[in-house]
């Protein structure tokens, strides 16, 4: 169900849902400019989709990631599995460590702590298990 893609919440969902999008399989083929302008909503905007569409590329593609693990990836622009795979831990965590201790930051966590490098090790090494898109 697209309610489980990373950011997507229930009145989101129902919102898409209203527009055909009822799966995250269709979330990831939508075309981000149209469904910005079929949602209608003056704050989301083609970047955000194509946000959430990168969040559940990686939550579908990497074992284990959670979404707003995800959420913190995609806002550091680290959207790649394969280059992920190759990064070092501590430079990951540096770039994430910008984003958690951000406003946008703390709403993606909602409370729970920051990545530590024991988490990022986990989500590289996960990362280079990554499957295809189609396990989605």
């Known amino acids: 169900p697209v309610v489980d893609a990373p950011s997507i919440g ?48 990686l939550v579908c593609r990497i074992p284990n990631l959670r979404g707003h693990d995800a959420q913190l990836l995609v806002a ?13 831990a ?9 984003i958690a201790e951000s406003s946008e930051g703390q709403r993606i966590l909602r409370g729970s702590k920051h990545p530590d490098l024991a988490e990022v090790k986990d989500w590289l090494h996960w990362a280079s298990q990554c499957r295809s898109l189609n396990a989605a």
Do not use: F, H
């Open 10 to 57: 229930p009145r989101m969902a129902a919102r898409l849902e209203k527009l055909g999008i009822y799966t995250v399989d269709q979330l990831l083929a939508a075309n981000a400019e149209a469904l910005t302008d079929k949602l209608n909503l003056r704050r989301i905007d083609a970047a955000t989709i194509g946000a959430w569409q990168e969040q559940a590329r």
């Open 76 to 88: 550091c622009n680290l959207t790649s599995p394969e280059e992920l795979a190759t990064m070092q």
């Open 90 to 98: 501590a430079s990951v965590l540096s770039q994430v460590l910008v």
